[in-house]
């Protein structure tokens, strides 16, 4: 029970260091009210530092030790919880370091990159930083959910989630990570890393490292339960959700104009009136600004701190569903009737599927 309370402690510890980086750059910090982008970024600028993120940082790989300690002692049940914590672990570390692609993490581009690389790519086998920038900021941004060019919709598109797909390849495709194609795929990709460029030895022992250290540190089940079982099968499945509530993939409106324009017509907003759905969402598989997805695509340089603020101040999108499977919103059935709806049509020139972090 000793260990157990010290896993307990270990968790609470972890949560306790994030919880610095959040009152840093809170904007009720000083009773500001950001009313607009200016002001948003006014703000983002004098509070970017060097020192909260790491912080940030460490907190969830504590809490994950903690976890750890859950998953030995913890009996059959903290064998679970590990798992799905892991997952939910690995889900914030990737948007933290998705805003370290973007920029916005600390203040030097070179400490994003390196920040993003130890602490989130290495250890779990996630493609390098600058390779993951180019596929989202320079190729996915630009042309969410355009056909031939998004490497997002192209992965939609190679789990079978095309116009004209059966209901059964539908529902395939919603968990395509948990199928054995999926999981495949999941192990292909952590294997395809030695091709990668830079540090690609280093690069595709991380998991391995990391495997063995909670091994030999911790056990067997830990390392089971809390790792190599999230990294493979839930933490992608939970990506893939993530993935599929950003954007209106199957029938964007085709909008131009300036970009909160464009990305109205092409984005949704998930659980808009309900707060606890929403809340629930935040800390598990949309963390760090993931729910406020149309704010970050219409001002990908913003801090997921502020993007609740900022969405206040725009207008969109129109499609705000409550409910991502069950109701006629539903995002789910959203996208099954848009898939239905024009057999054959609109999948254009498919771009190569890549193995995203």
């Given at each position: 029970m000793g260990a157990l309370s010290a896993g307990l402690v270990a968790i609470v510890a972890g949560i306790a260091l994030r919880q610095v980086d959040r009152w840093w750059f809170s904007p009720a910090r000083?009773?500001?009210?950001?009313?607009?982008?200016?002001?948003v970024m006014r703000l983002q600028r004098e509070r970017l530092n060097d020192v909260t993120p790491v912080l940030l940082l460490l907190g969830h790989w504590v809490e994950f030790a903690g976890w750890c300690a859950v998953a030995v002692h913890g009996g059959p049940w903290g064998c679970v919880l590990a798992a799905f914590a892991g997952a939910a672990k690995f889900r914030h570390l990737q948007e933290v370091s998705h805003f370290a692609v973007h920029g916005v993490l600390v203040r030097g581009g070179r400490l994003n990159t390196l920040l993003a690389e130890v602490a989130v790519h290495l250890?779990?086998?996630?493609?390098?930083?600058?390779?993951?920038?180019?596929r989202h900021v320079r190729e996915h941004h630009p042309?969410?959910?355009?056909?031939?060019?998004?490497?997002n919709l192209a992965e939609l598109h190679a789990a079978?989630?095309?116009?004209?797909?059966?209901?059964?390849?539908?529902?395939?495709?919603?968990?395509?990570?948990?199928?054995?194609?999926?999981?495949?795929?999941?192990?292909?990709?952590?294997?395809?890393l030695v091709r990668e460029p830079g540090a690609r030895r280093l690069r595709i022992a991380g998991p391995m490292v990391v495997t063995a250290a909670v091994a030999t540190l911790c056990s067997w089940e830990a390392a089971v339960f809390a790792f190599v079982?999230?990294?493979?099968?839930?933490y992608p499945q939970?990506?893939?959700?993530?993935?599929?509530?950003?954007h209106r993939w199957f029938d964007p409106e085709r909008v131009t104009g300036p970009p909160v324009a464009v990305e109205a017509g092409r984005c949704l907003r998930l659980y808009p009136r309900n707060?606890?759905?929403?809340?629930?969402?935040?800390?598990?598989?949309?963390?760090?600004?993931?729910?406020?997805?149309?704010?970050?695509?219409?001002h990908p340089a913003v801090r997921w701190n502020y993007l609740p603020a900022l969405e206040r101040t725009l207008h969109g999108p129109a499609y705000r569903p409550t409910a991502l499977l069950l109701g006629e919103s539903a995002v789910l059935r959203h996208h099954r009737r848009a898939l239905a709806a024009a057999p054959g049509t609109g999948t254009g020139r498919v771009a190569p599927a890549h193995q995203e972090a």
């Open positions: 000083g009773r500001h009210t950001p009313d607009s982008l200016r002001a250890p779990l086998g996630f493609v390098p930083v600058p390779v993951r920038r180019r042309n969410a959910t355009v056909a031939g060019a998004d490497p079978g989630l095309r116009p004209g797909a059966t209901t059964a390849r539908c529902l395939r495709g919603m968990v395509h990570p948990l199928t054995p194609s999926g999981a495949y795929g999941t192990v292909r990709g952590l294997a395809a079982l999230p990294r493979v099968l839930l939970l990506a893939w959700m993530s993935l599929l509530v950003e707060t606890l759905l929403a809340l629930l969402a935040r800390s598990t598989w949309l963390p760090y600004g993931d729910l406020y997805h149309f704010a970050h695509s219409a």
